[in-house]
């Protein structure tokens, strides 16, 4: 039988929302509606003078290449974060489930990351691949590897991308280790009797149980990869050499607080959130129906 739950009241399913909804207006909607009525208007650097210039600041974000770079930029590098993030915590997760001797210090010390903050674990890479300080610029000079992020472009995207990945194990760490210990072990325990070795059990069993997880990870990773890797690019190689690092969130940034282009920020802003809405849904469309619930 269906079950259902009756409120005594018709305003009590509201105002247990109301917290909830209260929070998402204020942090959320209204932000985003501020933001879509200033890439319509054209502002000074303070704000005070305003004048409406309809899609002019769309067109100016188009008609010049330094955007679409940035756009070219934030894909290879969403790729490559979502990409190793999920791949690596995987792989450690798998390892971690098969430890039976001090399997707690090995999980705690791969959940530690997730307690660091991005602007930090930029600070912490930004030290070690130092040209002048760092230890691993300093092993690698040994090894006749010259590195140095701020001359050359692909080492400063290789350290954010170490960076923001290393940030990010530890949460997908969690749910795929969570998602490996709840498959039951009698499947494990049935293809092993059957002569399944343990990478054909990995792919034939573990994995496609795991899918949900996966594209869960995938959904959150891309977003991470879009949002909250701000503080890191802000920390190690803000934006530079040149503008090679420059992804989409940080050229808002730049533009709006240090160019004083506050229209055109405010159009960065609504093409991003654009973007990350339509590869949301994209994934739920599509990639979700690979998903074996």
């Given amino acids: 039988m269906e079950k259902r739950v009756l ?20 942090f959320f909607f209204w932000p985003a509606g501020q933001a879509m009525l200033q890439s319509f208007q054209l502002q000074d650097a ?3 003078s305003t004048e409406w210039v309809g899609l002019e600041n769309f067109k100016a974000l188009f008609s ?11 894909a290879f ?9 999920i791949g690596v915590s ?7 489930d098969r430890v039976v001797r001090a399997a707690m210090v090995y999980k705690t010390f791969l959940i530690v990351p997730y307690a660091v903050a991005p602007a930090v674990a930029g600070v912490l890479w930004l030290f070690m691949f130092s040209p002048t300080l760092g230890v691993v610029s300093f092993a690698l000079a040994r090894l006749g590897l010259d590195w140095n992020y701020m001359l050359d472009s692909n080492d400063a995207m290789a350290l954010i991308i170490m960076a923001a990945v290393w940030n990010q194990i530890s949460y997908n760490f ?18 092993a009797i059957d002569g399944a070795g343990p990478w054909l059990r990995f792919w034939s069993i573990q994995f496609p149980l795991l899918s949900p997880t996966t594209f869960f990870l995938l959904v959150i990773n891309v977003v991470h990869a879009f949002f909250n890797t701000f503080g890191i690019v802000d920390a190690t190689t803000q934006g530079g050499p040149g503008q090679d690092t420059m992804i989409l ?5 730049t533009d709006g607080f240090k160019n004083g282009d506050l229209g055109g920020s405010a159009a960065q802003s609504v093409v991003l959130m654009a973007v990350v809405i339509v590869l949301t849904v994209i994934q739920f469309r599509y990639v979700e129906k690979k998903v074996q619930y």
Avoid at 8 to 26: E, Y
Avoid at 77 to 85: K, N, W
Avoid at 90 to 96: D, G, Q
Wanted: charged residues 5%.
């Fill in 7 to 26: 409120f005594s009241s018709a305003w009590l399913p509201w105002l247990l929302l109301a917290p909830q909804l209260l929070v998402i207006g204020v």
């Fill in 46 to 48: 303070f704000g005070m």
């Fill in 64 to 74: 010049g290449s330094a955007y679409l770079d940035s756009f070219r930029i934030t």
């Fill in 77 to 85: 590098f969403s790729v490559m974060v979502a990409a190793l993030g």
């Fill in 90 to 96: 995987l792989l450690l997760a798998v390892f971690a």
């Fill in 174 to 191: 969690l749910f795929f280790l969570a998602g490996l210990q709840s498959i039951p072990k009698s499947l494990i325990e049935a293809a």
């Fill in 249 to 253: 969130v940080y050229k808002v940034y």
